[in-house]
C-alpha cells in the first residue's frame, strides 16, 4: 500500500523507538559493504554516489529551495545560505563541518540510517548530529521510509546554525539519555517529534516552519501553512508530551512556538517530576483539542484521509 505523502520521513525517533523495528531493504543495499565504527559513524563514503545520487538532490534542492522562502523561517534560511551547501551535488559534511563547528560547536556524522535510541541521544548530547549518508530513489522523491541524506541535511542542519536551537537540541539528547532510565521514551518522543520534526513558529509576518519533517516535505510545507485541516495550537510542554501522533498521515495537530528561547526555557527543567505527572494521566488523540488549548486555528478536518485519533 502507498502510503500518503505527508512527512516523507517517518523519523529516527519513532522507527527507532519499535522494539521489532527491521533495517529497510534499502538501508540494506545502499550500505553493502560499509562497516561503521563502535558509535555508529563512518566516513561518509563519496564515492559511492552516482551521478543519478546528485541529480535527485539537485531536483530535491531545487524544488525545496523554490518553495522555503517566506514559508520557512528566517534562521532556517540564513542557516541554509550560510552553509556551503547547494543544488548542484551532495554537500561533502566536512566542508559543512567548518562552517557549522565555527558557528555553534556541532558537527554532522555521516550514519548508515536510523540508529539505536541511545546511540542517538549520546551524539546529540556532543553536539553531533548523525546524517543518513546515501539519498534515496528517483522514483520515491516524495515519499520514503527512512531518512535520507536529503531529509536529515537539508532538513535538519540549517537550524543547527542558530544557537538557540543548537543548544535545544544539545538539551534534548541529555534529556534523552535521562529517560530512557526512567521509561519515559514516548514521552520525549513526542516532544521531538511535535518540535524538531514538525514545529512550526509565531512570526509578525504570520506562521513559518521549522521542523525538519515539513521542510523537507513539498506538500507538508503547502499542507502545514495554508491547509485548514491541523488544527494549529500555541506550544505547551506538558500537552506536547501527552499527544499522540501518526507517522502515516500529515499531522493532524502543529504546535506553533514563539521563539526558540521558548522551546530551550521550557526543556530547561528537570523533567522527572513531568514524567511522573504525565504518567498518571492519559494520552490525547493526535487530532484531539482541550480546554486549556491555545487555538490558534480549530482544523475542519477536510483534508483528512481518516479521523482516527481524534
Ligand atoms: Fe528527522
Known sequence: MTMPVSSQQKTIHEAALATSYVVPDVTSRKNQGLAHAEDYTLPQPLDRYSDQDHQTWEQLYQRQHALLPGRACDAFLAGMDLLPMGANRIPVFE????????????????VHGLIPDEVFFTHLSQRR????????????????????????LFGHVPLLM?????????????????????????????????????GLLKTSAGLRIYGAGI?????????????????RVGFDLLRVMRTRYRIDTFQKTYFVIDDFQQLFAATAPDFTPYYEDLSKRPALGAGELIASDEVLQRGDQSDWSDTADI
Open 215 to 231: 521542510v523537507s516535505s513539498r506538500t507538508e510545507s503547502l499542507y502545514s501553512l495554508e491547509s485548514l485541516s491541523p488544527n
Open 162 to 198: 542558530n544557537p538557540v536551537f543548537a543548544d535545544y537540541l544539545q538539551a534534548y539528547g541529555l534529556g534523552g539519555v535521562k529517560a530512557q532510565h526512567l521509561g519515559a521514551l514516548p514521552m520525549l518522543a513526542r516532544l521531538y517529534w511535535y518540535t524538531v520534526e514538525f
Open 95 to 110: 566542508e559543512l563541518n567548518e562552517v557549522l563547528h565555527q558557528a555553534t560547536r556541532w558537527r554532522i556524522v555521516a
Open 129 to 152: 548530529f548523525p546524517v543518513t549518508w546515501w539519498i534515496r530513489e528517483p522514483d520515491k522523491l516524495d515519499y520514503l521510509q527512512e531518512p535520507d541524506v536529503f531529509h536529515d
